[in-house]
């Protein structure tokens, strides 16, 4: 059995890159998250060559290793390349079932969703989790849209079985609010890739995220 499916259903913490942000740099990031316990790695580029994607995305797969699941933001030819665990599309990507007929059964493939239509027929379809956006404002994908707030989650977790990972503008002051509603795992790119120290900024995430789920 491939090690993430296991690990898809038990993680709290998920890393999305953002080299355009980060202080450290990509790679940095990703070891210093992954050190710290992040079980589920995104890398999402938007700035550099397939080229240079996948020479990194091959980096990323080693610091991942089995520690991680290490899944790639739209491209399925460089998570390809790379070995990657799977791929993250939105909405305007590559549909659903022409993903799966390349990728085969054994890879991930997790969709963005706006409400619950969009959650059902994901699930429908195959996906194996849904990133639900975006839930506050953010400024750091230009047409995510306006948040929704975290309400809205409640009626997603309602409809679908698969795990729901909540993404868009979330940080220290708001993440309780957000698990509280029955996410399985918050996301993050500013709140960590913008912090001194991403190695500690995701501990805080990951202990936040655990001793809230134990409350409900
Ligand atoms: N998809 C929806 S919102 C978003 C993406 C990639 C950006 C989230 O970034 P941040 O900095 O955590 O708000
Ligand atoms: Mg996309």
Same mark, same amino acid.
């Given at each position: ?7 898809? @259903?038990?993680?709290?913490?998920? #890393? /999305?890159?953002?080299?355009?942000? $980060?202080? @450290?740099?990509? =790679? ?12 589920? &790695? ?28 290490? #899944? ?30 390349? =990728? ?8 963005? &969703? ?18 639900? $956006? ?21 009626? /997603? ?19 309780? $609010?957000?698990?509280? @509603?029955?996410?399985?795992? #918050? ?5 960590? /890739?913008? $912090? ?21």
């Amino acid at each position: 059995m491939a090690f993430w499916k296991s690990l898809l @259903k038990d993680i709290d913490f998920y #890393l /999305v890159t953002d080299s355009g942000l $980060s202080r @450290k740099g990509t =790679l940095s990031d990703v070891k210093c998250a992954v050190a710290a316990g992040c079980k589920i &790695v995104q890398y999402r580029e938007k700035d550099k060559t397939t080229k240079e994607m996948i020479e990194e995305a091959i980096l990323i797969r080693k610091i991942c290793g089995e520690n991680a699941i290490f #899944l790639v933001n739209d491209r399925i030819d460089v998570a390809l390349a790379a070995g990657a665990d799977g791929v993250h599309i939105g909405q305007d990507d590559m549909p659903i079932d022409s993903a799966r007929r390349i =990728l085969g059964e054994n890879k991930i493939i997790g969709l963005t &969703v706006h409400d619950t239509d969009e959650a059902i027929e994901a699930e429908r379809k195959g996906a194996d989790y849904v990133g639900f $956006s975006p839930v506050f404002d953010t400024t750091t994908k230009k047409d995510a849209g306006m948040g929704v707030g975290p309400e809205r989650i409640q009626a /997603v977790r309602k409809t679908i079985n698969i795990p729901i990972v909540a993404i868009g503008g979330i940080n220290k002051d708001n993440c309780i $609010s957000v698990i509280e @509603k029955g996410v399985d795992s #918050l996301v993050a790119i500013s709140a960590i /890739v913008c $912090s001194d120290d991403v190695r500690r900024e995701t501990e805080y995430f990951i202990e936040t995220i655990r001793k809230t789920k134990q409350k409900y």
